[in-house]
């Protein structure tokens, strides 16, 4: 019988994975900081109303890719798929609409029901911000800039694309949609069976259809630019205006939107062909109508979220080391006492040291090479009874005779 596998679209994150992770992640949190962004974590699963209501009933998140169960209280429970919705859940239970402008950085897991592939799993990890109760585009320009400089301190200012596009308020969309339908009736019999559900449901939603032939129609459908009043071009502009102020390049695409009613004005995505076909890492946009439809005030908000697996893809396995240790390795089973006391003092000062737990010399040592450690301090009896150790430097060979007043000062070049 074969061993336990992990669950199918699920995956162990070992340290050197880890750590790779933790570059990404801390690297956000840190950018995020600099923007004035504090980090929050919301609960893992949420009542599967904050989620349907949220993403929209009929989206293919919420009727193929939820993990949803019911508790033994009969309470609708489901693992989160996204971040946003909970922020924004956590800011109607908190009442942090006294507290705006809110400025939250997030990082965790998520979960949704797909086809594992490469860099996209059933469980996976996201990193988000969200600045809620702004209503100007200073907020946009602000969110979209933290984006811009997180990945540029990941190293890939370079081999992203920021795309941007407009909207619009619920006035220009509507006057979208209708135009929108007018065209896609024009081809009904060639969308797709989901197509037709959605040209009575949400149209906008076609625009972001996989299937082939939906992506041929769409690809002469009329522009959502072309429809902008004047309040959201003038929004608009202010966008690119603030964008071009901080040097942050972009690339307009009309074809991006979002197909939910509280999404509106500014919708962007960083995109990259490093990973083969063309894939996003980082999006968001202005989601205004959110908070209110989920039972909260009318209040604005903006955000974006980035999937950590990408990125860590991107970034490659030689991108981080995990810390050296240095090993201590008692010469006899008589200095086995002392050299627990003295692992114990020297990890208070705060140095990485690894204990040896049996064997000869040459094995701990051969241990200590396996661990990628950097020294060895071998403790003997002789050495004690001078109150003194040897420090190995694995990297040289060299070896001295260190007192143990002086050990730590020693030690601190294999710390640097």
């Known amino acids: 019988m074969a061993g336990l596998q992990p669950v199918k679209g699920t995956y162990d994150l070992l340290p050197k994975d880890r750590a790779i992770h933790r570059k990404v992640s801390e690297t956000a949190r ?105 209503d100007t585009p200073q907020a946009d320009i602000e969110v979209i800039a933290a984006g811009y400089q997180f990945l540029s301190e990941l190293g890939f200012a370079d081999v992203v694309t920021l795309e941007l596009n407009s ?30 559900t959605r040209l009575e449901t949400n149209p906008l939603r076609i625009l972001d259809s996989k299937d082939k032939g939906d992506k041929e129609i769409v690809k002469d459908a009329p522009l959502l630019g072309d429809c902008l009043n004047e309040t959201s071009q003038a929004f608009y502009d202010a966008v690119k205006h603030g964008l071009d102020l901080l040097g942050i390049p972009y690339t307009e695409n009309p074809r991006l939107v979002r197909g939910l009613d509280y999404y509106c004005h500014t919708a962007f995505e960083f995109t990259t062909e490093t990973l083969g076909a063309q894939g996003t890492v980082l999006a968001g946009g202005r989601y205004d109508g959110l908070i209110k439809m989920m039972g909260g005030p009318q209040t604005a908000g903006v955000g974006w979220a980035a999937g950590v697996e990408r990125l860590a893809l991107m970034l490659g396995e030689d991108c981080v080391e995990l810390p050296r240790p240095i ?12 050299a627990l006391k003295l692992s114990h003092r020297l990890r208070q000062q705060g140095f990485i040291i690894d204990q040896g737990f049996s064997g000869n010399m040459k094995k701990r040592l051969n241990r200590a090479n396996k661990a990628n450690a950097c020294a060895a301090i071998l403790v003997g009896e002789d050495e004690l009874a001078r109150g003194c150790v040897t420090v190995r430097n694995l990297e040289s060979g060299e070896q001295s005779e260190v007192s143990l007043d002086a050990l730590g000062e020693t030690l601190a070049q294999f710390n640097a």
Do not use: C, W
């Open 30 to 134: 840190l950018t995020a900081e600099r923007f004035g962004f504090n980090e929050i974590t919301t609960p893992i699963f949420e009542f599967s109303e904050v989620f349907s209501r949220t993403l929209g009933e009929t989206s293919d998140v919420v009727t193929k890719e939820m993990f949803s169960f019911e508790t033994k209280g009969n309470d609708k429970i489901t693992l989160r798929p996204e971040g946003t919705a909970g922020i924004a859940r956590a800011f109607i239970s908190n009442a942090l609409q006294h507290e705006t402008p809110v400025k939250h950085f997030y990082y965790g897991p998520m979960f949704r029901y797909e086809r594992p592939q490469k860099g996209r799993q059933r469980q996976f990890h996201q990193v988000g911000l969200e600045l809620i109760g702004v």
């Open 167 to 196: 909207l619009g308020d619920t006035e220009s969309r509507d006057a979208y949609r209708s135009t929108l339908v007018d065209y896609l009736k024009g081809h009904y019999d060639n969308l797709s069976e989901d197509s037709k």
């Open 327 to 338: 090993v201590m390795i008692p010469v006899s089973a008589d200095q086995q006492d002392e």
